[in-house]
C-alpha cells in the first residue's frame, strides 16, 4: 500500500539522518505528521529537518542524504528553506531545512517527531509557536459582498474579451470568498481542515455545498453560466442587492449572447 510506502520512506531518511552530521531531528508534517488517517494512494511527504547551527547550508546544497535512502528524479529549490522532490519510485516530497531557533518565528501545522538525536531534548518542537488559523468570517457581509463585485467585475473582463481574467474572478475569487463563509452555511463535517489552504477537501468537510461546485466551475468557455450558478447559490443564503443581481444577469446575457453571434 502506497501510504505505507510512504510512512517507510520518511522512516528511511530518519535513519539516515542518525548517520549524517549535522541532523538533529526529523519533523513529519500534513498526512505523514498527526494527520496519517487521512494518507492515500495521493499522499506525499513534507517534512522538515533540523540541524544544528551552520549545517543548514550543507543539507539544502547537498542532497546525497536523500539520495543515499533513495534515488531522486527531480528536485529544485523552491525557497530558501528548501526544496521539492520526486523520488525516482514516484514518491514526492517537499521538505524545509531550520536550525532549532528558526521555528519559533515560522508558521507550520503541528507536527510529528519521526527521527531526533538522542542529545536533542526539545520535545516540543513539533508544536509551533505561531499559530495559523484558518480565517472563519463571523458574519457573510463581507464575503458575500465581495463574491458579487467578483462576478461583476469578472464578467465585465470576460465580455471585453479578457476571458482568462474572467475565469479567475467569478470561478476563483468568487469561489473562495464563498468557502471562507461555508461554516455559517452548513454543518461542517470534522475532517482536517488546513489553515494554509480553506478549499482542501472541502467535498468532505461540506457535501452539501460540494454538490454545486462543478455548476459554478464550468471553464474557460462557460464563465457566464458559472457566474449565474454563483449567483443562484448567494440568492439562495442571503438577501442580495436587486441592483448588482440584475447587472450580474445582464452581463451574463451579453457575454452568452457574443458566444452564440461567433
Given at each position: 500500500?502506497?501510504?505505507?510506502?510512504?510512512?517507510?520512506?520518511?522512516?528511511?531518511?530518519g535513519?539516515?539522518?542518525?548517520?549524517?552530521?549535522g541532523?538533529?531531528?526529523?519533523?513529519?508534517l500534513?498526512?505523514?505528521?498527526i494527520?496519517?488517517?487521512?494518507?492515500?494512494?495521493y499522499?506525499?511527504?513534507?517534512?522538515?529537518?533540523?540541524?544544528?547551527?551552520g549545517?543548514?547550508?550543507?543539507?539544502?546544497?547537498?542532497?546525497?542524504?536523500?539520495e543515499?535512502?533513495?534515488?531522486l528524479?527531480?528536485?529544485?529549490?523552491?525557497?530558501?528553506?528548501?526544496?521539492?522532490?520526486?523520488?525516482?519510485?514516484?514518491?514526492?516530497?517537499?521538505?524545509?531545512?531550520?536550525?532549532?531557533?528558526?521555528m519559533?518565528?515560522?508558521?507550520?501545522?503541528?507536527?510529528?517527531?519521526?527521527?531526533?538525536?538522542?542529545?536533542?531534548?526539545?520535545?516540543?518542537?513539533?508544536?509551533p509557536?505561531?499559530?495559523t488559523?484558518v480565517?472563519?468570517?463571523?458574519?457573510?457581509d463581507?464575503?458575500l459582498?465581495?463574491?458579487?463585485t467578483?462576478?461583476?467585475?469578472?464578467?465585465c473582463?470576460?465580455?471585453?474579451?479578457?476571458?482568462?481574467?474572467g475565469?479567475k474572478?467569478?470561478e476563483?475569487?468568487?469561489?473562495d470568498?464563498?468557502?471562507?463563509?461555508?461554516?455559517?452555511?452548513?454543518?461542517?463535517?470534522?475532517?482536517?481542515?488546513d489553515?494554509?489552504?480553506?478549499e482542501r477537501?472541502?467535498?468532505?468537510?461540506f457535501?452539501?455545498?460540494?454538490?454545486?461546485?462543478g455548476?459554478?466551475?464550468?471553464?474557460?468557455?462557460?464563465?457566464?453560466?458559472?457566474?449565474?450558478?454563483?449567483?443562484?447559490?448567494?440568492?439562495?443564503i442571503?438577501?442580495?442587492?436587486?441592483?448588482?443581481?440584475?447587472?450580474?444577469?445582464?452581463?451574463?446575457?451579453?457575454?452568452?449572447?457574443?458566444?452564440?453571434d461567433?
Amino acid at each position: 500500500m502506497r501510504d505505507q510506502l510512504l510512512l517507510n520512506r520518511l522512516d528511511d531518511i530518519g535513519k539516515n539522518l542518525a548517520q549524517t552530521e549535522g541532523a538533529l531531528l526529523l519533523l513529519g508534517l500534513g498526512s505523514v505528521g498527526i494527520e496519517v488517517e487521512r494518507l492515500d494512494a495521493y499522499s506525499d511527504i513534507d517534512f522538515f529537518v533540523i540541524v544544528k547551527p551552520g549545517f543548514k547550508p550543507r543539507f539544502i546544497d547537498q542532497l546525497d542524504w536523500l539520495e543515499a535512502v533513495h534515488p531522486l528524479g527531480y528536485s529544485f529549490q523552491n525557497t530558501k528553506d528548501g526544496h521539492k522532490i520526486l523520488f525516482e519510485d514516484g514518491i514526492y516530497g517537499e521538505f524545509a531545512i531550520f536550525e532549532e531557533q528558526e521555528m519559533t518565528s515560522i508558521a507550520y501545522s503541528e507536527g510529528r517527531i519521526v527521527w531526533q538525536d538522542a542529545l536533542f531534548t526539545n520535545l516540543n518542537i513539533g508544536t509551533p509557536r505561531q499559530k495559523t488559523d484558518v480565517v472563519r468570517p463571523e458574519t457573510m457581509d463581507y464575503a458575500l459582498n465581495e463574491a458579487l463585485t467578483n462576478l461583476y467585475v469578472g464578467l465585465c473582463r470576460y465580455a471585453r474579451g479578457e476571458k482568462l481574467s474572467g475565469v479567475k474572478f467569478v470561478e476563483t475569487s468568487a469561489v473562495d470568498n464563498i468557502i471562507s463563509i461555508l461554516h455559517l452555511v452548513e454543518q461542517e463535517n470534522d475532517y482536517f481542515p488546513d489553515v494554509f489552504g480553506n478549499e482542501r477537501r472541502v467535498e468532505k468537510r461540506f457535501p452539501e455545498f460540494a454538490k454545486r461546485i462543478g455548476n459554478m466551475m464550468q471553464g474557460y468557455e462557460n464563465v457566464p453560466a458559472s457566474a449565474l450558478e454563483i449567483l443562484a447559490y448567494i440568492e439562495k443564503i442571503y438577501p442580495v442587492n436587486q441592483q448588482m443581481s440584475n447587472e450580474i444577469k445582464r452581463l451574463s446575457t451579453i457575454c452568452q449572447q457574443e458566444k452564440s453571434d461567433l
